[in-house]
């Protein structure tokens, strides 16, 4: 069985301040993780991805995270964020085998204070 | 290029009802998962199915039911609804469904509420 634990369910940060969110998750085989993003009224779009390879993974709107094999984390970090980064962000984790199953976090939302 | 839509967007009904959701994936994409996010929560797996057939079931009782088109649409059936199925449903699409690092494509979901 795989889990995920976001602590803070809530995060407020005022504009261009950084902000890191944090995940950790369980699981007892390889896994691939993701984060999404969603904003109010909508469904979940990826924000970004570690499958393999470098543990640090960015996206195209600044955001990274680093996987953490030996502490099962994958936080996200930005340096500065915008009155646009308000919105609840969902941490996830799939196994590498079987079935298509991805398990989620209960999610943070950032509000951006300006 | 369309998303995955999701029909309809909100729905009521009463318990004890019967409700279906529809889902239409992104073009090209055989694999459709049904997810249920209550308020407040992170959404839960319901589904998976990739090419017509069921390949994974989450934790949920057999008044929900899915399946698949040969147009990889899909639908999510809910007998005997109770109050806590008032959720958003959620509907994901990905390319393939035997490949765990395709990220999910979500659409928009129905906010169904049970009164």
């Known amino acids: 069985a795989q889990s995920v634990t976001q602590l803070d369910s809530q995060v407020p940060v005022f504009e261009e301040a950084p902000v890191e969110l944090r995940c950790n998750y369980s699981s007892s085989v390889s896994v691939y993780l993701f984060w999404y993003v969603q904003y109010p009224n909508q469904g979940l779009q990826l924000l970004l991805k570690?499958?393999?390879?470098?543990?640090l993974v960015k996206s195209i709107n600044g955001f990274e995270a680093e996987f953490n094999k030996s502490q099962t984390s994958f936080h996200l970090r930005k340096p500065s964020v915008h009155i646009s980064d308000t919105a609840e962000y969902f941490c996830?984790?799939?196994?590498?085998?079987?079935?298509?199953?991805?398990?989620f976090g209960t999610g943070t939302k950032l509000q951006v204070i300006p | 290029d369309t998303g995955v839509t999701q029909s309809p967007t909100h729905l009521i009904k009463t318990r004890g009802q019967q409700v279906t959701l529809r889902c239409s994936p992104i073009s090209g994409h055989k694999s459709v998962s049904w997810y249920q996010q209550v308020l407040g929560q992170g959404p839960q797996f319901i589904f998976q199915y990739y090419e017509k057939e069921e390949r994974g079931r989450g934790n949920f009782p057999d008044r929900f039911s899915a399946r698949q088109f040969p147009n990889y649409s899909s639908e999510l059936n809910v007998n005997a609804l109770l109050l806590g199925d008032s959720a958003l449903y959620l509907c994901?699409?990905?390319?393939?469904?035997?490949?765990?690092?395709?990220?999910?494509?979500f659409g928009n979901g129905t906010r169904l509420t049970v009164t």
């Open positions: 994901a699409s990905s390319p393939e469904g035997d490949r765990n690092n395709s990220p999910l494509h």
């Open positions: 570690y499958l393999s390879g470098s543990t």
């Open positions: 996830a984790v799939t196994n590498s085998g079987g079935y298509q199953k991805v398990t």
